[in-house]
């Protein structure tokens, strides 16, 4: 099974902190995504990556910056974080060529 | 560009009840299409696909033809069960593109 892991289910920052959240997937896939799921706004991509070290601007990119430096491995990174940032993050990954896209669990951020 | 209309919810049915759930879809070429499930707590989860038109997909009793006629992808399932209770997105991918397109998701409740 493929699985896609964050490394927290929960977190909760302070106005202002740098924020890491980390996306790990062992099935050896190119592209690796960030979201962010808010109610009424459905997914909105941030960010996402095709390969080690590539990264493209998704719908909402303000406020974050990614970072791909191996294959399994894509983080997401809120410089300073904000109140308008708490969220729930959906990391997933996929193959290039017509395949569905794998989900991680989900980090529910709050920034207060 | 590419975009995915989904049925408005929040839907409401007595177990056992038919289900529908609307997709529509706008997309050059010949994406495939995907439904996703999200459980409370959760990410996503592939529910069913298809890749070409009039492939049916289907899984756990659920349903979904790919009309390319009338841009569709509509989610069915004969009799729902309280367990069904979730978020449903549709969703679309262009071959060879590492983006997916997610509709704003439906929340379905059960109940018994």
């Known amino acids: 099974d493929v699985k896609v892991t964050q490394s927290s289910r929960y977190l909760v920052k302070r106005t202002g902190e740098k924020v890491f959240l980390e996306c790990v997937q062992d099935m050896d896939h190119e592209n690796m995504f960030w979201y962010r799921q808010d109610p009424g706004l459905g997914l909105r991509l941030i960010y996402f990556?095709?390969?080690?070290?590539?990264?493209e601007k998704g719908d909402i990119p303000e406020g974050y910056s990614v970072s791909r430096e191996k294959k399994e491995r894509f983080s997401l990174i809120l410089e300073s974080a904000s109140t308008n940032q708490t969220s729930m993050y959906l990391c997933?990954?996929?193959?290039?060529?017509?395949?569905?896209?794998?989900f991680g669990q989900g980090t529910r951020l709050t920034v207060v | 560009g590419n975009s995915v209309t989904q049925m408005e919810g929040p839907v409401t049915l007595s177990e056992e009840a038919f289900l529908t759930i609307n997709c529509t879809y706008t997309?050059?070429?010949?994406?495939?299409l995907f439904w996703y499930v999200q459980y409370p707590g959760e990410g996503l989860q592939l529910l069913l696909k298809a890749t070409k038109a009039d492939d049916k997909g289907s899984n756990k009793g659920f349903e979904a033809t790919y009309r390319k006629e009338t841009t569709s992808f509509h989610l069915e399932k004969g009799s729902v069960q309280v367990s069904d209770s979730a978020v449903y997105f549709c969703a679309l991918r262009k071959n060879n593109a590492g983006k997916s397109t997610f509709g704003d998701g439906t929340t379905l409740t059960v109940k018994p």
């Open positions: 997933a990954s996929g193959r290039t060529v017509n395949t569905e896209a794998f």
């Open positions: 990556s095709y390969d080690v070290k590539m990264k």
């Open positions: 997309a050059t070429g010949y994406p495939s």
